[in-house]
């Protein structure tokens, strides 16, 4: 459990509301933990996490698979307004490219 412990991804930040630093991890999004250093923080929620995959696995429930091992086909199925799919198509054969160039466009920029 601990290599599968430490191939989550994990985040930490600084809360000007808590006057600590937060640390998350990403397959898990309502867990949170706090510390006085980001090494606490970090600390503290893969204790947490350590805590909830033993509880899954006593339970007999499903395991998150960690992100960093998980394969993506580049593919997706996006549902979205009619007016939104007329805009977006609209933009898209004005500027000459595909809706699928577009959108790719879109999300690059915004990274």
Do not use: C
Not at 32 to 59: C, M, P, W, Y
Not at 72 to 88: A, I, Q, T
């Amino acid at each position: 459990m601990s290599k599968q412990l430490e191939q989550y991804l994990y985040s930490v930040g600084w809360s000007e509301e808590d006057e600590a630093f937060i640390a998350r991890v990403a397959e898990f999004p309502s867990l949170a933990a706090h510390g006085d250093t980001q090494e606490d923080a970090l600390r503290e929620i893969k204790n947490v996490v350590k805590f909830v995959l033993s509880d899954l696995k006593e339970n007999k429930e499903p395991i998150p698979e960690p992100l960093g091992k998980r394969t993506f086909s580049g593919r997706l199925v996006l549902r979205m307004p009619e007016y939104l799919h007329r805009k977006l198509a609209l933009e898209a054969t004005q500027q000459g490219v595909s809706l699928n160039q577009l959108l790719n466009l879109k999300l690059e920029a915004n990274r």
